[in-house]
Nanobody, 123 residues
Framework: QVQLVESGGGSVQAGGSLRLSCAASGLTAKDYCMAWFRQAPGKAREGVARISSYGKPQYVDSVKGRFTISNDNAKTTLYLQMNSLKPEDTAMYYC?????????????????WGQGTQVTVSS
């Protein structure tokens, strides 16, 4: 049973930083993909960043150079360091994972999802 629990959301002014965490349990396969998605009010959920079990990160263009995805050595916690935040980054952020190659942000590929953590950026 895989469980993902996000934390670290909050309210911040534009230009500020936040660090999201996702506590993962039950990921036992050697190959896996973990990702952060977000959904703003009235918009579709979109992939933000993903990282494979081999540690290769990928980002959506809108966050490149500002966000960094990483995980700890034990692969039990996923992080998203968010710098230079903008009001358009305001959304519910979700952690997700699946047990195969990490090639796309196709949401149908992701088997497990967390409950989400809210990020609000004010101007």
């Amino acid at each position: 049973q895989v469980q993902l629990v996000e934390s670290g959301g909050g309210s911040v002014q534009a230009g500020g930083s936040l660090r999201l965490s996702c506590a993962a349990s039950g990921l036992t396969a050697k190959d896996y993909c973990m990702a952060w998605f977000r959904q703003a009010p009235g918009k579709a959920r979109e992939g933000v960043a993903r990282i494979s079990s081999y540690g290769k990160p990928q980002y959506v263009d809108s966050v490149k150079g500002r966000f960094t995805i990483s995980n700890d050595n034990a692969k039990t916690t996923l992080y998203l360091q968010m710098n230079s935040l903008k009001p358009e980054d305001t959304a519910m952020y979700y952690c997700a994972a699946h047990h195969w190659g990490c090639f796309t942000f196709n949401q149908e590929d992701f088997t497990w999802w967390g409950q989400g953590t809210q990020v609000t950026v004010s101007s």
